[in-house]
C-alpha cells in the first residue's frame, strides 16, 4: 500500500489503528482518515481511488478528480420493458425513473435482430405513441424513445436509416458472435461507432462476471474511433455486468471517450443497481463532464445528433 511507504520514509508506521511514530510507537492521529493523509502531507483520497493508479501522484499535485456521483445523474439511457424482456410495463418503468428524481429517461428496448425478443416495426411505433401520451402526466420528466440494437458479426445494426432517424437515441450492443477474432471484433465495433445513428455502446465487453468472458478487441483502437465519432461508452451498472470495468474506463478517458452510465433495467427494482455504476465510474476516475447522462437536457441531445465526418 503506497501510503504506509509514505509513511514509513516519513519515520512513522501507519495502520489500521491509526498512524504512529515508528520510533516511539506515539499515535499520532486516529480520528479520521483526513487527519492522516493531512500528516502525511496528502490531500484526503477517495476510496474508489486508491488502487494505485497514479491518485498519489495526482494528490500531491492537486489534480484529483471531482468523482461523478448518483446525484449528478440527470437521467438513465437504457432500460427495458415487458415489450421485451423486461417484467414491468412502460407504465410502472416510466414511474420508477420518476422517483429517481430523473429530468430524462430513456426507453430502449430490443430491436427485432435479437430474435427471441420478437420485436415489429408494429410495436415498436406503437410503443412510441404510448410513450408520446405517457409524457403528458410527467411534465418534469422528458421521455427518450429508443432501442437497443445489435451489432451484427460485420457491424452492422437492425432497421434502415428512415426507421433509425425516428428514434432519440439508439444504444447498440453485442449479443451474439462473442467468439470472433480480435480484428473482426474492432471491425464490427468501429463500424458500429461510425453509423451517425448508434449513440451508445451497451456493455461493451459483454461479459457476465462468472459465466461468460469479456469479448477481445483491440480496445485503444475502438476508444479512439468512439471519439472521435462522439459514440459514447456505457458503463452498465448491473452487477454481473459492470461493463466497461474500471481500468478499461480510465483507457477509454485518457483517449477522449465519453460514457453514459446506465442501468439497463429489466425490471423497477434494477434501477436501484445504479449506484454499482457509478462506483465503477468512480473507480475509472470519472467526473460528471465525461458522462453524458450527467449533462442537461440540451447539451445531451447536441451530443446525439454527433459530428458529420
Ligand atoms: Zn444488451
Ligand atoms: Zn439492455
Known amino acids: 500500500m503506497r501510503t504506509r511507504e509514505i509513511a514509513v520514509r516519513a519515520g512513522l508506521k ?21 487527519q492522516v493523509y493531512d500528516r502525511l502531507g496528502l490531500p484526503w483520497i477517495a476510496p474508489p481511488l486508491r488502487e494505485d493508479q497514479g491518485e498519489i501522484e495526482a494528490a500531491l499535485d492537486g489534480s484529483l478528480p471531482a468523482l461523478v456521483t448518483v446525484d449528478d445523474l440527470k437521467g438513465d439511457l437504457h432500460s427495458h420493458t415487458d415489450l421485451t424482456d423486461g417484467t414491468a410495463s412502460l407504465e410502472e418503468m416510466v414511474r420508477a425513473a420518476s422517483a429517481r428524481g430523473l429530468s430524462y429517461y430513456a426507453i ?22 404510448r410513450i408520446r401520451a405517457l409524457q403528458a402526466e410527467y411534465p418534469g420528466l422528458t421521455l427518450l424513445h429508443g432501442a437497443e440494437l445489435n451489432i451484427d458479426p ?48 451497451g456493455h461493451p465487453m459483454a ?41 478499461l474506463i480510465r483507457r477509454a478517458r485518457r483517449l477522449g471517450v465519453k460514457f453514459a452510465i446506465d ?31 450527467t449533462w442537461p437536457l440540451d447539451r445531451l441531445r447536441a451530443f446525439l445528433a454527433k459530428p458529420t465526418p
Open 207 to 247: 461479459r457476465l462476471i462468472g459465466r461468460r468472458s469479456p469479448v477481445d478487441a483491440d480496445w485503444d483502437e475502438v476508444f479512439r474511433c468512439a471519439a472521435r465519432t462522439g459514440t459514447a461508452m456505457e458503463i452498465d451498472s448491473f452487477p454481473d455486468r459492470l461493463d466497461l470495468p474500471s481500468d
Open 14 to 34: 501507519l495502520s489500521e489503528y491509526g498512524l504512529f511514530d515508528a520510533g516511539t510507537n506515539d499515535l499520532i492521529v486516529s480520528e479520521t482518515e483526513e
Open 154 to 201: 460485420d457491424g452492422e445494426v437492425d432497421w434502415d436509416v428512415g426507421f433509425l432517424s425516428g428514434f432519440d437515441i439508439c444504444v447498440a450492443s453485442v449479443h451474439s458472435h462473442f467468439t470472433q477474432t480480435p480484428e473482426e471484433m474492432t471491425r464490427r465495433f468501429v463500424r458500429a461507432c461510425e453509423n451517425p445513428h448508434v449513440h451508445v455502446i
Open 108 to 129: 430502449t428496448d430490443h430491436a427485432p435482430n435479437l430474435f427471441m425478443q420478437r420485436m415489429t416495426d408494429e410495436k415498436m411505433l406503437a410503443q412510441r405513441e
Open 263 to 293: 442501468t439497463d433495467a429489466h425490471a423497477v427494482g434494477h434501477h436501484r443497481n445504479i449506484r454499482y455504476g457509478v462506483g465503477t465510474a468512480q473507480r475509472g476516475w470519472l467526473t460528471p463532464d465525461d458522462v453524458i447522462n
